[in-house]
């Protein structure tokens, strides 16, 4: 099934599947810098205490990103 | 023996400044990229006779035209003739790592890699074969530990044979076939234009393929420029058929794809990561419910050390310079010379390391907060409420709240924050957190106007200054900084023990820093106010008759629509650029009464009304930072433009507010 990684509960892993059309082309191209690539492995490990940002792990090392930010990754969870 | 030019780069946080300090110790210097204000720290040693320059690139995770960092960093592998990039890995993180080394391969850089947390990475359980990785690469990789001589000496050697026997790195990149061959397509065209190869074509290909911008500018000027836009848009459209996505994005997974294949080789990782230490600690530090009020907690110690612990050293440092004046004065009696040393340069002097016990505690903490990982987990937690309502980065409650003792701090814990547009924002709406200096200003007037409500009516003034800051921030983002949009997207970096040594290097690099640059500014400006209120020659120091009593007569009128037109208010603002509190001495002097006591407040009296006397506090706390916190931007962002801005913004803004305050008063019959 796909989700929007700002849809992931804290705890739920996926792979990155696509980014979805549209969106910023660059924030897209500062997320594949980070490791947010197709293929790729990510876990939302926790959400702020407000309740955004949130921080993910990917390609083994933790990155936290704003819910807006996050809205456009897919991912086949 | 030879000169050699060495730049050091990396991801943020794998070391690079730590090695920068092992290597030059002490032979450094920080300064500003060219026409930037991205901070250059460059330093130099000697080794084997030779004498190498060494530059402390910023941290980048890719090379686009992303930011102004990114840009300093790849104009500086393209433009200055390096002899070798000391690429720094954080061995731990070395997948995400590489994909920056792979840039600068694209590029052609002639890299030596330095792995470094070498112990970080054992831990997580990696083994990392060096050999096989460097034969992959076809670059030296060399096992270091940044924060000690461990490595460094092979290192250097490395370096040295680096120098003489550059690699192409470009060549050893293997994309797969079918954008290997698009590629190649694109690079033909671009080769029929000799005067765009000053950097490699392949780059270009893949730059253009990435929409780089400002690779596409560049391609705008070439004689090809149609034929080169034409098999861009060609390759692009194809690579978007086969691969179902963007170029860019085939780009990026094609550069994972060569990771991959040197990983597998040189890289075993077990199959489950155990919980590692810093897991465990954010569970605490950045969780739910514990992770404001520790914030809070966090915050509220570095406020009072900052501020509290300070401020005995300030007093010492004040009196000091009080029996120095008197001394002077005393010895040499009341001449010209006593005059312009103690008011002039003493008061100059005086001024500049007066901040001195702040900015260095300041910088202890900020570092040590920065080091051991906890400022981005700060910025985690407070980012919601920074970006909601001010619009920022969440790393920008620091140098907000700092401001509130002090704008010169504030200004320079902006350092943190890695986004220019972020940091040019937030270094520009500090100064309207009411700072301490101003206290003494309101203390004064509203002892003699609102004595029945002290507490409220300075509650509302720092509450003007809050609600001013959020609106100009929110301005700003809209006009001058509108075309740099910045992702928060921020890496949380593992936590650790900073190195006592790094944290004094920083402190002491920021302080001396300080002194010299903002110094200047303050000691000139201090001159300048000392010569205008002492001459001409026989009238006495700052009267009306002085200079600046002349220039205060002359704009006051400026003043008049918000109902304080006297000369002496005008006079006050003048001197009050030195510091704000100086406002209330000038007040005292020019009414010829004590700093306190009935003998002002009368004095208060005769020049505003209550109305009057609100206006101008909300004036005091608007306008121009004083000479200090103009000289702390004027050191952060390496030019006049960011002070004269705020200069200009800051007098807008105070009289725009203030009329209109003084207007609603009037409206509401509080004349
Ligand atoms: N244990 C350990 N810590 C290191 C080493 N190198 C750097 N650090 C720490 O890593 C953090 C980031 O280092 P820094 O040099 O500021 O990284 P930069 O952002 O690349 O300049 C600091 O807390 C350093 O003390 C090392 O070799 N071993
Ligand atoms: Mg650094």
């Known amino acids: ?77 | 023996m030879a000169n050699l030019k060495i730049g050091l780069a990396g991801n943020p946080n794998v070391g690079k400044t730590t090695l920068f300090n092992t290597l030059t110790g002490l032979n450094q210097h920080v300064g500003n990229w060219p026409g930037k204000t991205v901070a250059q720290a460059k330093g130099h040693y000697k080794h084997n006779g030779n004498e190498v320059e060494v530059i402390d690139l910023p941290g980048n995770y890719a090379l686009s035209a992303h930011s102004m960092e990114e840009i300093v960093s790849r104009d500086f592998i393209v433009d200055e003739d390096a002899d070798v990039i000391v690429n720094i890995i954080d061995a731990a993180n070395i997948e995400r790592n590489l994909y920056l080394t792979v840039q600068m391969m694209e590029l052609g850089a002639n890299l030596v890699v330095a792995l470094n947390m070498n112990k970080y990475a054992q831990d997580k359980g990696y083994t990392i074969d060096a050999n096989k990785l460097s034969e992959l690469l076809g670059v030296p990789v060399v096992e270091i530990e940044a924060n000690s001589d461990t490595g460094k000496e092979e290192l250097l050697k490395t370096v040295e044979q680096a120098a003489q026997n550059p690699v192409n790195t470009t060549e050893r990149l293997v994309y797969n076939n079918e954008l290997k061959e698009h590629i190649a397509e694109l690079q033909a065209v671009i080769e029929e234009d000799k005067n765009l190869l000053d950097v490699p074509s392949s780059w270009i290909a893949i730059k253009l393929l990435e929409n780089d911008e400002i690779v596409e500018e560049k391609i705008e000027g070439s004689s090809k420029r149609n034929n080169i836009q034409a098999e861009t848009k060609k390759v692009k459209d194809h690579l978007e058929g086969i691969f179902g996505e963007g170029s860019e994005e085939v780009i990026a997974n094609a550069r994972y794809a060569f990771i991959d294949g040197l990983l597998k080789e040189s890289l075993t990782k077990p199959n489950h990561l155990k919980v590692s230490i810093s897991e465990k600690i954010d569970k605490i530090v950045t969780n739910r419910i514990l992770g404001f009020p520790i914030f809070i907690v966090i915050m509220y110690a570095m406020f009072e050390i900052v501020f509290t612990f300070g401020a005995p050293f300030q007093d010492l440092i004040d009196e000091f310079f009080g029996i120095l004046g008197d001394f002077i004065v005393g010895s040499l009696g009341e001449t010209m010379l006593s005059s312009f040393l103690v008011n002039g340069l003493i008061g100059g002097v005086g001024g500049v390391l007066v901040f001195l016990p702040q900015i260095i505690l300041l910088f202890l903490i900020i570092s040590f907060l920065e080091d051991c990982g906890y400022l981005a987990r700060a910025a985690f937690v407070m980012d919601k409420l920074m970006h909601k309502f001010v619009g920022l980065h969440g790393k920008a409650f620091i140098p907000m709240l700092l401001g509130f003792g002090c704008g010169v701090p504030g200004i320079m814990a902006t350092r943190t924050m890695e986004n220019e547009k972020d940091r040019l924002i937030t270094m520009l709406i500090v100064p309207f957190m009411s700072c301490s200096a101003r206290m003494p200003v309101y203390l004064l007037l509203v002892g003699a106007f609102f004595a029945a409500n002290q507490s409220l009516v300075i509650l509302s003034l720092y509450l003007v200054g809050i609600i001013v800051a959020v609106i100009v921030a929110f301005i700003l983002r809209k006009t001058t900084f509108k075309e740099m949009s910045a992702p928060f997207v921020m890496e949380l970096p593992d936590y650790k023990l900073p190195t006592i040594r790094g944290i004094l290097m920083h402190t002491l690099e920021k302080s001396w820093g300080f002194i010299k640059k903002a110094g200047t500014i303050i000691l000139v400006a201090s001159i300048v106010i000392w010569m205008l209120s002492y001459f001409p020659a026989g009238v006495e120091y700052g009267s009306q008759e002085s200079a600046i009593g002349t220039i205060g007569t002359v704009i006051a009128p400026v003043f008049a629509p918000l109902g304080f037109g006297e000369w002496q208010p005008a006079v006050a603002l003048a001197f009050g650029l030195v510091a704000k509190e100086v406002v209330v001495g000038t007040f005292s002097s020019l009414f010829g009464v004590a700093e306190e006591g009935a003998g002002i407040i009368t004095a208060m009296h005769g020049i505003f009304t209550p109305l009057t006397a609100y206006v101008f506090m909300v004036f005091v706390l608007l306008y121009i930072p004083c000479f200090a916190a103009l000289g702390a931007i004027k050191q952060e962002t390496g030019g006049w433009k960011y002070p004269l801005i705020m200069s200009a913004v800051t007098l807008v803004t105070a009289y725009v507010v203030s009329f209109i305050v003084y207007m609603v008063g009037l409206g509401l019959g509080l004349g």
């Open chain 1, 1 to 77: 099934m796909i989700k929007k990684l700002n849809e992931l509960k804290s705890g739920e892993t996926g792979v990155l599947a696509s980014y979805g059309s549209g969106g910023d082309l660059e924030l897209k191209r500062h997320l594949l810098g980070m490791g947010f690539v197709k293929g790729a492995d990510v876990e939302v490990e926790k959400v702020a205490p407000l309740g955004d940002p949130i921080q993910v792990k990917v390609k083994g090392y933790s990155v936290c990103l704003r819910k807006e930010e996050a809205k456009n990754i897919e991912i086949e969870v």
